[in-house]
């Protein structure tokens, strides 16, 4: 079993930064694959990023990259995602996955609770 914890979501303008974090716990993660999720309010769940725990390699969705940063602080079971110039569209709940294997697509078998992001003037 793998538990998921995320933190950091809020309220930010347009142009603005956020950091979210997803607190790991639970069995050893050195064959995970983690990766964020979003879902805004009507639609579907989207691909945001993901990263290979025991590499550090990554990969980003189509409409985040050059703005969004994943990373891993493996001292303290901790993945990150780093949001730069944050727009309206980028409003949603955003979750932390996590599923054994070195691919992103597929089904994630761990969920967190979610994390609101609202981008807003």
């Known amino acids: 079993q793998v538990q998921l914890v995320e933190s950091g979501g809020g309220l930010v303008q347009p142009g603005g930064s956020l950091r979210l974090s997803c607190a790991a716990s639970g069995r050893t993660f050195g064959s995970l694959s983690l990766g964020w999720f979003r879902q805004a309010p009507g639609q579907e769940r989207e691909f945001v990023a993901g990263?290979?725990?025991?590499?550090?390699?990554?990969y980003y969705g189509d409409s985040v990259k050059g703005r969004f940063t994943i990373s891993r602080d493996n001292t303290k079971n901790t993945v990150y995602l780093q949001m730069n110039s944050l727009k309206v569209e980028d409003t949603a709940v955003y979750y932390c996955?996590?599923?054994?294997?070195?691919?992103?697509?597929?089904?994630?078998?761990?969920w967190g609770q979610g994390t609101q992001v609202t981008v807003s003037s």
């Open positions: 996955a996590a599923r054994y294997g070195l691919s992103f697509s597929g089904k994630y078998d761990y």
């Open positions: 990263i290979r725990w025991s590499s550090g390699s990554t």
